[in-house]
Nanobody, 121 residues
C-alpha cells in the first residue's frame, strides 16, 4: 500500500515562511510526477507547484518568486519552501504523486491527507 504524508503546516504571520514536506512510503517502484496543491475554504483545489516530465517544474502564478518546490528522490520526499506568505495563501495543502508500485506496470495517483497552512494578517 502506497501512502503520502504531509507535514510542516501551521500558523504564521504575513511575510513569514513555512516549509512543507511530503514523504511517500510503501512498495514503491518509481515515483513519476509529484506536486503540491491547495484548497481554500469554498474554493476548488488548485495546483501550486509541480514537477513535470523531464524533471522540470511549473508554478502557479501566485506562487512564482515566493515558493520553491524541491525533491529528494533517494528519500522519496518532496518539499515546498514558502516565503513571503500572504493571507490568501491560507489553505489546506496537499501532496499528489503518480506512483508505480512494485510489480505493477502502470502508475496510480495518490493524495496525502493535507496539512493546514494559515497566514494571519
Amino acid at each position: 500500500q502506497v501512502q503520502l504524508v504531509e507535514s510542516g503546516g501551521g500558523l504564521v504571520q504575513a511575510g513569514g515562511s513555512l516549509r512543507l514536506s511530503c514523504v511517500a512510503s510503501g512498495f514503491i517502484s518509481r515515483i513519476n510526477v509529484m506536486g503540491w496543491y491547495r484548497q481554500a475554504p469554498g474554493k476548488q483545489r488548485e495546483l501550486v507547484a509541480s514537477f513535470i516530465s523531464g524533471g522540470s517544474t511549473t508554478y502557479a502564478d501566485s506562487a512564482k518568486g515566493r515558493f520553491t518546490i524541491s525533491r529528494d528522490n533517494a528519500k522519496n520526499r518532496m518539499y515546498l519552501e514558502m516565503n513571503s506568505l500572504k493571507p490568501e495563501d491560507t489553505a489546506v495543502y496537499y501532496c499528489n504523486a503518480n506512483i508505480m508500485s512494485r510489480g505493477s506496470s502502470y502508475g496510480n495517483d495518490y493524495w496525502g491527507q493535507g496539512t493546514q497552512v494559515t497566514v494571519s494578517s
